[in-house]
């Protein structure tokens, strides 16, 4: 394990957190136990938040990781490629004893 994983997941347990505390301002109860509709608008909340605001830096990592988790299955593998398979390189290629800048 890296310092950097062990940094991501300090802050992913911190952004749990905070997002519990905000929620019991506002509803009374945690995230979890909130109604859909509730949980629903403090997201839209956090994801509308200044950019150095704490749910919003909670949503943008846990929207990140939910895409790499979902992108890394069979169906969300399918779904970026819908429009055919990936490219063979990612740069562009270059005619022969032509230089790369």
Request: glycine share 16%; proline share 7%.
């Amino acid at each position: 394990m890296e310092a950097g994983d062990i940094e991501n997941g300090k802050q992913f347990v911190d952004g749990i957190a905070w997002l519990d505390g905000h929620s019991k301002q506002l509803h009374g109860r945690e995230f979890v136990g909130c109604a859909a509709g509730e949980q629903i608008a403090m997201l839209e909340g956090m994801a509308g938040a200044g950019k150095d605001d704490p749910g919003r830096l909670f949503f943008d990592q846990l929207k990140g990781i939910t895409a790499m988790i979902y992108f890394s299955t069979p169906e969300g593998y399918q779904e970026l490629n819908r429009f055919g398979p990936p490219p063979k390189t990612v740069g562009c290629e270059h005619p022969e004893g032509h230089p790369v800048t």
